[in-house]
Nanobody, 126 residues
Framework: QVQLVESGGGLVQAGGSLRLSCTAS????????MGWFRKVPGKEREFVSV????????YYAESVKGRFTISRDNAKNTAYLQMNSLKPEDTAVYYC???????????????????WGQGTQVSVSS
């Protein structure tokens, strides 16, 4: 069992930056792949990025590639999402999620993630 708590959301102007953090409870954090998803009201939850348990495998959605950077610090039980060059269309609730299995070809499907945080709001003004 793992509990996830996101932080770092807020309101920023277009072109600005934010860093989201996801802190996990429990000793198994270093064995989980960690993902970030986002959701806008009226739309399905969208994959953003994922990092493998040791940080050696990383994937990004095309919409954030080159602007967002995912990372993790297993000693601190924390995953991060550095978001640069933010756009109004990045506005969403951002969720971190833990996948206890190895990253598969379907890493972008939220069914692969067994644990979710409560979400943190990111708002980007134009």
């Amino acid at each position: 069992q793992v509990q996830l708590v996101e932080s770092g959301g807020g309101l920023v102007q277009a072109g600005g930056s934010l860093r989201l953090s996801c802190t996990a409870s429990g000793r198994a954090f270093s064995t989980y792949a960690m993902g970030w998803f986002r959701k806008v009201p009226g739309k399905e939850r969208e994959f953003v990025s994922v990092i493998s348990s040791r940080g050696t495998i990383i994937y990004y959605a095309e919409s954030v590639k080159g602007r967002f950077t995912i990372s993790r610090d297993n000693a601190k039980n924390t995953a991060y999402l550095q978001m640069n060059s933010l756009k109004p269309e990045d506005t969403a609730v951002y969720y971190c999620a833990a996948n206890p299995n190895a990253i598969s070809s379907f890493y972008y499907e939220d069914d692969n993630y067994g644990y979710w945080g409560q979400g943190t709001q990111v708002s980007v003004s134009s």
